[in-house]
Nanobody, 118 residues
């Protein structure tokens, strides 16, 4: 059974930082490209950051490029997202998922809420 458990969200002031974590189980984590997604109120879920199975390649949405860093530890089955210089528009529920699962709309976890506000 696939499980994806996100953590690390919270309330932070503009300009602040947060580090999100994702614990994955129930599938071969090290074989799968992974990504972070987010969904803001009233908006569709969007891809924020992508990392290849080996971790050797990453891609970011233009809106977070230079501020967010995705990383993975294939020995532990974990994914992280370091978020710096946070802005109000980063406020959303953040989810991790394997790209293959996200493409067919399955195995979403509960997400973690990030709120950027003064």
């Amino acid at each position: 059974q696939v499980q994806l458990v996100e953590s690390g969200g919270g309330l932070v002031q503009p300009g602040g930082s947060l580090r999100l974590s994702c614990a994955a189980s129930g599938f071969t984590f090290s074989n799968n490209p992974m990504a972070w997604y987010r969904q803001a109120p009233g908006k569709e879920r969007e891809l924020v950051a992508f990392i290849s199975a080996s971790g050797g390649r990453t891609n970011y949405a233009d809106s977070v490029k230079g501020r967010f860093t995705i990383a993975r530890d294939n020995t532990k089955g974990t994914l992280s997202l370091q978020m710096n210089s946070l802005k109000a528009e980063d406020t959303a529920v953040y989810y991790c998922n394997a790209v293959v699962f996200a493409q067919i709309g399955t195995n979403w976890g509960q997400g973690t809420q990030v709120t950027v506000s003064s």
